[in-house]
């Protein structure tokens, strides 16, 4: 399949950009999943459907309403060539190093196995790394991206389950465990299941841990520890801690609201900019 090709067929479930201003990514090629596939690809998340997730109830997901004249999804509709992944590949800063793949939604869980996995080699063969998480990963259809994306994983069980299966994964922790091990120094940390009866030690992703601490920011275009390929299997993948990314839970309420909290305090204690 050309590029053209499929890039036209890859419009139908997700609008791209050659870079973006997110600073936690760096400015990076970036593919959005449409809004329409959010409920078949993210049904899998607790946090979509508990109503709290950060990319689809924030700004990100508002940018990708197709029912208002200015989001990003009506202008792929009105220009739908400036939106295409081979307008974003051929976009792309010469700085990128990384695409970013479902910025806001689930691509393994919403786009064809053949679309996405020729998309991601598309990818590759310009030269960038592909970052994706699902969390769709126990669906028996979503293995074969256990070679491209992380398995967003939401407990500690989660993890073992999934490392059980081949992917590496990425764990969302309590916000204020992963405060406290950043202010001890620490750059990861062990977490045990609720019962105590399982644990993983795990290594917090370095763009929160900067961000938390004030020092100068690392961006996934630097770190690239999300991207599959970028690294070989480890055969103690959950002591190896590089399987296991940690991401302190930072949803749009409630307890996704304590990092934010805790870093502006931490921030203020030891004289950064909050
Ligand atoms: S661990 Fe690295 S690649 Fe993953 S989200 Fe954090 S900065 Fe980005």
Not at 56 to 65: L, Q, S, V
Not at 66 to 76: E, H, I, L, V, Y
Not at 90 to 96: I, K, L, Q, W
Not at 180 to 192: C, N, P, Y
Request: with cysteine; proline share 5%.
């Amino acid at each position: 399949m050309s590029l053209s090709t499929l890039s036209l067929s890859l419009a139908d479930y997700l609008v791209c950009k050659p870079r973006t201003a997110n600073g936690k990514t760096d400015s990076v090629p970036t593919a959005y999943v449409r809004e329409e596939y959010w409920p078949t690809g993210c049904s899998s998340c607790p946090r979509y459907s508990g109503g709290d997730c950060y990319a689809i109830f924030g700004r990100t997901g508002f940018a990708m309403k197709a029912d208002r004249p200015t989001s990003m999804a009506a202008r792929s509709v009105r220009v739908p060539q400036e939106y295409t992944l081979r307008y974003a590949l051929a976009g792309a800063p010469r700085s990128a190093r990384v695409f970013r793949w479902s910025a806001v939604g689930d691509s393994v869980g919403s786009v064809p196995r053949d679309l996405l996995e020729a998309g991601y080699r598309a990818c590759v063969e310009e030269g960038l790394h592909p970052i994706d998480y699902t969390s769709t990963w126990r669906r028996p259809e979503s293995r074969w991206a256990r070679a491209w994306a992380m398995a967003s994983c939401h407990s500690v069980e989660d993890v073992w389950e999934a490392l059980a299966d081949g992917w590496r994964t990425t764990l969302t922790v309590d916000p204020d465990a992963m405060a406290d091990a950043i202010e001890a120094g620490k750059t990861s940390m062990r977490v045990e299941s609720d019962d105590g009866g399982l644990a993983v030690v795990g290594r917090m992703c370095p763009a929160m841990v900067a961000d938390y601490r004030g020092d100068r920011p690392v961006s996934c275009n630097d770190c690239m520890l999300c991207s599959v390929e970028h690294l070989p299997a480890h055969p103690n993948r959950a002591k190896a801690g590089i399987d296991v990314v940690l991401f302190a839970l930072h949803g749009i309420r409630g307890i996704g609201h304590r990092w934010t909290r805790r870093k502006k305090a931490y921030r203020a204690r030891v004289g950064g900019e909050a």
